[in-house]
């Protein structure tokens, strides 16, 4: 079997369901033979260490490890899920205070273990927040550290092709911005629906205003309607996309969805923030640029911004976050 590297990648929280699918999804793919499983459970993470074991992936070296500081040392690439799950009735948001501390010192063993790591993604919840207190305190450039964000653009295509009956990938340019939570901004200026333009559309009897509302609605509320569903949150299309993530820096291929990026950008009014935009990844990471949209679009994504604001704050207030003003003295790539 041929592997894209054979860098090191580490998947935090691998005992879990998430974490445990990431690394048989990240042999299959090919992606690299070395990867370490981290989790402070010991009892789980050894049986999902065994059950890869028993897969018997052709020149793979999967270790695992309750030693951050072992799984981190000489780490490439890393995924993290490694926070609280979101249950049926909470929101991403309920989970703020225990999972920023969790990220926080995510940050600080970046910093003391892998200082050198050229992408990690974070995807637990609420990842805007999570993502941003990461960065901070590991020191690390903005390119290096993005979120998952992807799962509102492809829940948005999801719904527009059950709506109009076509394949999936019709459904092009789909593209949700801001943060990843009921206050996402759902744009309708760039998707095409075989070929026809969203914002022709809407307004017609093939797609009317309140059936429209009804569908961003439902892609706010995506990852509620699988926890209804199933009894617990995601975990087959964030271990898939995150890995896309991370190929897309290991083989420089390119990926196709928005990612959470670090924003500091006064001439449009986003300043010191981590939210989905227009991104691209490559070997390079993670960069991104204004979205374009329209009007309403745009104003969507202002609004979104405002409530990372507040959480943002929050979590400063909190002292997990420092205050602004110190974010370049803890990470000198902040500056």
Known sequence: MSYICNDKLVISGAAGAIGSNMVQA??????????????????????????????????????????????????????????????????REDLLKGNAEIAAQLGKDI????????????????????????????????????????????????????????????????RTYGGHGEMMAVFAGTTKVAGTPLTDLIGTDKLTPQQWDDIRAHVCQGGKKIIQLRGRSSFQSPSHQSLLMVK????????????????????????????????TLDKTGLTGKMPTGSDPDIAALRESYQHLCKLRDEVIEMGVLPPLSEWATTNPNLA
């Open 26 to 91: 990240a042999l299959t793919m090919g992606l690299t033979p070395n990867v370490c499983m981290y989790d402070p459970f010991e009892k789980g993470l050894q049986g999902a260490a065994e059950e890869i074991y028993h897969c018997a992936f052709p020149g793979a070296r999967v270790t695992w490890t309750t030693d951050i500081a072992e799984a981190l040392a000489g780490a490439s690439y890393l995924i993290s899920s490694g926070g609280a799950p979101r249950k049926e009735g909470m929101t």
């Open 111 to 174: 910093k003391a273990h892998c200082p050198d790591l050229k992408f990690g993604v974070i995807i637990f919840n609420p990842a805007d927040i999570t993502g941003l207190t990461t960065l901070v305190h590991s020191g690390l450039a903005p390119s290096c550290i993005g979120t998952l964000a992807a799962l509102d653009s492809t829940r948005l295509q999801t719904a527009l092709a059950q709506h109009f009956g076509v394949a999936q990938n019709e459904v092009t340019g789909c």
């Open 248 to 279: 897309a820096v290991m083989d420089g291929k390119g990926y196709e969805w928005p990612s959470g990026i670090y924003v500091n950008d006064p001439d449009n009014g986003f300043n010191h923030i981590m939210m989905a935009m227009d991104t």
